[in-house]
């Protein structure tokens, strides 16, 4: 399948994954100042934004087939997810790692307590089946929430949600976060990764950061007062983080 990718700048490639019911304008807030360091490139995931969801689709090997060339990668929440599971299966095409308020595995677990239980993900589940729009709207809320400038943030991620989206692939994505449990990959990804997540985020709580440090042995930022969405509530402060991390030698 085709993804729908915007790319600007010049610089190394660094890919932008944005999460779960987003699409790639989520980034708005930090593109214009990565675009003068980097060769930035916004994907749409399937079913998202401006790319197609075809049934069946692997939602890594799209990406993968996208960027024929070595990439660095930057993903939030789901987006972090795919990250970990492209830089696993094609090592030689992914250079360092960036995973924002992600996680490798997002409902609970008996031996995973970093994530949301499975009860409270079948509720959302069937809620978004009867009532779709109230239920993007109430995990724009889970996302904005618990940390400071609530309503700002959930302002702005209202202008990245719902365009574009499919319910196939909406669907599609709501069951890789059901499935997803990637903490054997994770340890297995020997890329240098930088990990970002607010001390306050309700969605993916900071253990699974402070898990996947460890496990990656991966520097960890962990910004207070923050939620789930670490690039609109500090995007300068991300933006240096990030541009930090790349030029390390």
Known sequence: MTLH??????????????????????????????SEKFRIHLVDLPGHGLSPHESGDDWVEALSKSFPFEVDLC???????????????????????????????FTLREDWAHGVSGEIFRQFSDEFETSPDAALKRFLLLQA??????A????????????????????????????????MAA??????????????????????????????????????????????FVPDFFVSSLLEFFHES
């Open 152 to 183: 700002r943030l959930f302002r702005q991620l209202q202008q990245s949600v719902g365009k574009g989206a499919q319910m196939e692939g909406l669907r599609a994505g709501l069951e890789l976060l059901r499935e997803f449990d990637l903490r």
């Open 5 to 34: 990718i915007e790319s600007a700048g010049e610089g190394r490639d660094l890919v932008l994954i944005h999460g779960w019911g987003m699409h790639s304008g989520c980034w708005d807030a930090v593109v214009a100042h990565l």
């Open 187 to 232: 340890q297995s990804v020997r890329q240098r990764a930088l990990i970002l997540h607010g001390e306050c985020d309700r969605l993916t709580p900071i253990g699974a950061g402070v898990w996947l440090s460890e496990r990656m042995d991966a520097r960890l930022i962990a910004i207070p007062g923050c939620a789930h969405v670490p690039f609109l």
């Open 145 to 150: 929430q618990g940390g400071t400038g609530a």
């Open 75 to 105: 993903g939030w929440s789901l987006g972090g997810q795919l990250a970990i599971e492209w830089a696993r299966r094609h090592p030689d095409q992914v250079g360092r790692l960036v995973m924002v308020s992600s996680t490798p595995c």
